[in-house]
């Protein structure tokens, strides 16, 4: 089992900057995949960032890339979400999710790979 817990979440101002974290729990989190995704009102939930179990290898949405960078501190077990030159189409409330133990540095885009989620948090972009 286990959980995840978003923080850092909140508004800017378009060009600004965010550090999202995600606090997790359990024994396994070193052994996991890690990624990012975020759902805006009447959108569906989509892929942002994610990283492998290793932090060897990342994989980034086109439409965060160079802007986005994801991190992971597995002795912490925390991974985290830097946002910078942030948009107003990136507002949405964003999810951490954890993959299933798997051990390979690919990184799913579909959430159908993802075992476990945060219950998000939001972030406001305003032009």
């Known amino acids: 089992q286990v959980q995840l817990v978003e923080s850092g979440g909140g508004s800017v101002q378009a060009g600004g900057s965010l550090r999202l974290s995600c606090a997790a729990s359990g024994s396994t989190f070193s052994r996991r995949g890690m990624a990012w995704f975020r759902q805006a009102p009447g959108q569906e939930r989509e892929f942002v960032v994610g990283?492998?179990?290793?932090?060897?290898?990342?994989d980034y949405a086109d439409s965060v890339k160079g802007r986005f960078t994801i991190a992971r501190d597995n002795g912490k077990e925390m991974v985290y979400l830097q946002m910078n030159s942030l948009k107003p189409e990136d507002t949405a409330v964003y999810y951490c999710?954890?993959?299933?133990?798997?051990?390979?540095?690919?990184?799913?885009?579909?959430?159908?790979?993802?075992?476990?989620w945060g219950q998000g948090t939001q972030v406001t972009v305003s032009s």
């Open positions: 990283i492998s179990w290793n932090g060897v290898r990342s």
């Open positions: 999710a954890a993959d299933y133990i798997r051990y390979s540095e690919s990184v799913p885009r579909g959430d159908y790979a993802y075992e476990y």
